[in-house]
């Protein structure tokens, strides 16, 4: 029988990379990311506790890393206040495409069109596309319907699509 670790490592191991990817779209950089998916999985140990110990439902932790990136942005919002207006730059130099595609032309025009989308957008496409979860999976994680699930994910892919032939056309005029 293999320990709860090990079934948690193993879990984290799989799904930790699309649980990062998810939480880039609430932060600004990478660390905070990271910090977002450790306070998620550290509040899923917690949960799981009375549950036998298992790894949780990946619905649920997408849905607790949206509620820590929102409480994330509301003690940032504080903070920027207190100090006054305090600029940063972001840092999207981290992987979002296959690593092997990190100097593809391509793969930077996409993220850059993926970063450009609506909170709201970007967070369902990072959900389905990288993150692999169902349009119930994802309302479920959201609150939302289905149906909006589906519709964000269609108009998202509708501005990518034309955000893409744009710059080509731009490119190779």
Same mark, same amino acid.
């Given at each position: 029988?293999?320990? !709860?670790? #090990?079934?948690?490592?193993?879990?984290? +191991?799989? %799904?930790?990379?699309?649980?990062?990817?998810?939480?880039?779209?609430? /932060?600004? /950089?990478?660390?905070? +990311?990271?910090?977002?998916?450790?306070?998620?999985?550290?509040?899923?140990?917690? !949960?799981?506790?009375?549950?036998?110990?298992?790894?949780?439902?990946?619905?649920?932790?997408? #849905? /607790?890393?949206?509620?820590?990136?929102? %409480?994330?942005?509301? #003690?940032?919002?504080?903070?920027?206040?207190?100090?006054?207006?305090?600029?940063?730059? %972001?840092?999207?130099?981290?992987?979002?495409?296959?690593?092997?595609?990190?100097?593809?032309?391509?793969?930077?025009?996409?993220?850059?069109?993926?970063?450009?989308?609506?909170?709201?957008? *970007?967070?369902?496409?990072?959900? @389905?596309?990288?993150?692999?979860?169902?349009?119930?999976?994802? +309302?479920?994680?959201?609150?939302?319907?289905? %149906? /909006?699930?589906?519709?964000?994910?269609?108009?998202?892919?509708?501005?990518?699509?034309?955000?893409? *032939?744009?710059? @080509?056309?731009?490119?190779?005029?």
């Amino acid at each position: 029988m293999q320990s !709860h670790a #090990s079934v948690w490592k193993r879990w984290l +191991a799989e %799904n930790g990379p699309r649980l990062l990817l998810f939480a880039r779209g609430w /932060t600004q /950089t990478r660390e905070d +990311a990271e910090d977002l998916v450790q306070e998620a999985i550290v509040r899923m140990w917690h !949960h799981q506790a009375d549950k036998g110990q298992q790894p949780p439902d990946l619905p649920l932790v997408f #849905s /607790t890393i949206r509620f820590c990136g929102l %409480n994330h942005h509301r #003690s940032e919002r504080r903070r920027r206040k207190r100090e006054e207006s305090v600029i940063y730059l %972001n840092d999207f130099k981290d992987v979002w495409l296959d690593p092997l595609l990190e100097d593809d032309e391509d793969a930077h025009l996409m993220r850059d069109a993926v970063q450009r989308l609506s909170d709201k957008l *970007r967070e369902v496409v990072v959900m @389905k596309f990288w993150g692999g979860l169902t349009f119930q999976q994802i +309302a479920e994680a959201l609150a939302i319907s289905p %149906n /909006t699930a589906a519709s964000r994910y269609r108009y998202a892919l509708e501005q990518l699509a034309q955000e893409l *032939r744009r710059r @080509k056309e731009v490119r190779h005029a």
